[in-house]
């Protein structure tokens, strides 16, 4: 009983949206009003593990099947997860989680403990063009893949691509931005990646599209890119520098100048925050092993550092609450094969994983913004905005 009580004397501090909670046959009115949501729980969670970490003590219930949800989990999860500076973290106990060492090996198997789950999997949920980040909705109406195609298109019209330029993309994924750019724009372009099926599935469709003459694609740490002796007119990353680590922004950033031609310009399109933090425990323990958002500010900053100039900054942080909002719907249909492919835990945890990613853009606990800059100053590109 004492345990209990412990343990919704913690939940009340979460009162800016009234829910219930139910456990032992009673029921716990948090917050004032008609509940928007209901906890169930079947297993006492230790208070613990709450105070030492309250993200990795719930998702772990709810993975373990020991916390439900009545209703939509992400009506539930948005009503509660703007509250997230009331969490607790622990750091010093969770030291070794949350700042994982950013060495080449360590973050070549974080990345591929993500992308390396199966192609199999990621194609139950994502649209047709294996775009895994935030899409671009145009109109109200927009599909899921129309919102893909159009931030590619919106991502090359930034880029002021002309025939024959060498475009490299940084963590370019399963290859559909630089497919289009090579289609579109008749440029060169690179690939790099350090997941081995992305790798594999991106040379399968550039031989598909007999893009070969324009196209390659290299299992390649960005560290590794000043060695190559390239040069590129135009550079894009888009959803990996979350991967690199705070403490390696600046070399990132360095190597990308590197490789740069004088006035070229870079669109980095990243997940961002309004301040530094360290990260939370249960998306790096579960979900991206390694992961670092980093603040706009820091990344300006460190831009600051290579003779980056800055033309523009975009914020498209309620597209990826809706892309997310799209990727769950796809991967709820896809829940039983998914328990098939790896078992229910699994299912649990990314149906969490993805929700939860929707309710904290939506709360603007996270944001996605797109940088574009030039490498020095650039006199010849257009003096107002040449990209809808």
Known sequence: MLEENVLVSFLRKFDEQPFLVKMNGKEYLIGE?????????HKMI????????????????YMDGNLEIEGNLYEALNHFLGQMDKFSTDQKALKKLIFSSPAKKNQEKEVRSHYDIGDDFYKLWLDETLS???GYFRREDDTLYQAQVNKVDHILEKLYLKEGMNLLDIGCGWGFLLIEAAKKYQV???????????YREFRHRIQEEGLEDLLSVELMDYRDLPKTGKK?????????????????????????????????LFLLHFISALKEHPGDPWIKKYIFPGGMIPSLREMLSDMAEDN?????????????????LCW?????????????????????????????????????????HQ?????????QLPAVRWYS
């Not at 060169?188 to 992305?198: K, V």
């Not at 888009?238 to 006035?263: A, I, S, Y």
């Not at 969490?352 to 603007?364: D, E, I, P, Q």
């Open 132 to 134: 895994y980040s935030c």
């Open 328 to 368: 769950e719907e796809n991967y709820k249909k896809h829940i039983p094969e998914v328990r098939k492919m790896f078992d229910d835990r699994f299912a649990r945890m990314w149906d969490l994983y993805l929700s939860s990613c929707a309710a904290t853009f939506r709360n603007g606990v996270i944001d996605l």
């Open 46 to 61: 230790p208070i613990k593990d709450l105070v030492t970490s309250t993200s990795l003590a719930l998702g772990e219930a």
């Open 232 to 264: 590129f007119d135009r550079v894009v990353s888009v959803g990996m520098v979350e991967h690199v680590g705070r403490d390696n922004h600046q070399l990132f950033l360095d190597c990308v100048n590197q490789v740069m031609e004088p006035g070229g």
């Open 371 to 379: 940088i574009l800059v030039t490498k020095g100053i650039n006199n």
């Open 308 to 324: 980056f100039h800055t033309l523009d900054i975009e914020n498209l942080r309620l597209h990826y609450n809706k892309t997310l």
């Open 33 to 41: 009003g008609k509940p928007t949501f209901t906890v169930k729980i």
């Open 188 to 198: 060169h372009g690179t690939g790099i990646t350090l997941s081995e099926e992305q």
